[in-house]
């Protein structure tokens, strides 16, 4: 099975970027074929990777009314895999998949169901999966995704942003939730704060990483380039190597 690390955080906080540096820190280090899949409906990790499906699972399911409207000569299932193979865009050692904003009118509980089967059979293929979320994180809660080993939520380096995380790790209980282990990100910063420090220390969480501030990704972000193109000495991209190499070399995973 594979390896699947899930990131987690209110709009703005950068978690499309910190997934798009685990994938760069994986492909680096050998560690492919990787499935990066968006599942926050304000899509920026394509950009991030640079990859764009030609549709989303979002765009499938709105054209077939939910899998409800299929030739009439064609199993659902392989109707499904057909044209989910759009929603696949493939790179050097990364493939991304985009599920596309909530569902529209009607029922889609049937369709969620051929989902599930679909992207189990998807993601068996990948030794390591790496999935952006949004807040709510829906998609997980709808069980269209397999279990994750590490989720990694993202805050700014402010008490209001620690709250937040925090009601994002209370969510993971509320809705039972299959998360392995659970850390958090400091994303634009430099140093911890003492306030902050007495959030992190309040909730419980292990602080993975403190990513600061890099000009190199607003340099990306203007210039239009995935942050796969970051060079090595890049701040961001040295801090999550950093981060990496602990998971890796705890025994968290090979």
Do not use: W
Request: proline share 6%; hydrophobic share 45%.
């Amino acid at each position: 099975m594979p390896f699947v690390y899930a990131v987690a955080g209110k709009g703005g906080t950068g978690k499309s970027t910190l997934a798009a540096l685990i994938v760069r820190s994986l492909r680096r280090a050998g560690r492919v074929p990787i499935l990066a899949v968006d599942a926050d409906p304000n899509t920026t990790l394509d950009a991030a990777l640079g990859l764009r499906p030609a549709r989303t699972i979002s765009d499938v399911l709105d054209a077939t009314k939910g899998m409800r409207e299929v030739p009439a000569n064609m199993p659902r299932t392989v109707y499904l895999e057909y044209q989910l193979a759009d929603c696949l865009a493939e790179g050097r050692g990364v493939d991304l998949i985009v599920m596309g904003r909530p569902e529209g009118a009607g029922c889609y509980c049937a369709a969620n169901h051929l989902l599930r089967e679909h992207l189990d059979r998807l993601t068996a293929g990948y030794p390591y999966v790496v999935m952006d979320n949004a807040a709510g994180m829906e998609h997980l809660s709808r069980r269209t995704t397999r279990d994750v080993d590490l989720l990694l939520i993202v805050s700014a380096p402010t008490p209001s942003g620690l709250r937040a995380a925090r009601r994002i790790q209370a969510l993971v209980g509320e809705l039972d939730l299959a998360v392995r282990d659970m850390a958090l990100v400091l994303n634009r910063a430099d140093a911890v704060p003492p306030a902050v420090a007495q959030e992190i220390a309040a909730s419980g969480l292990r602080l993975a990483a403190v990513v600061p501030e890099d000009p190199q990704i607003a340099a990306c972000d203007l210039e239009g380039r995935p942050v796969l193109d970051l060079p090595d000495d890049a701040a961001a991209v040295q801090a999550v190597e950093a981060m990496m190499a602990v998971v890796h070399g705890a025994g968290v995973v090979s």
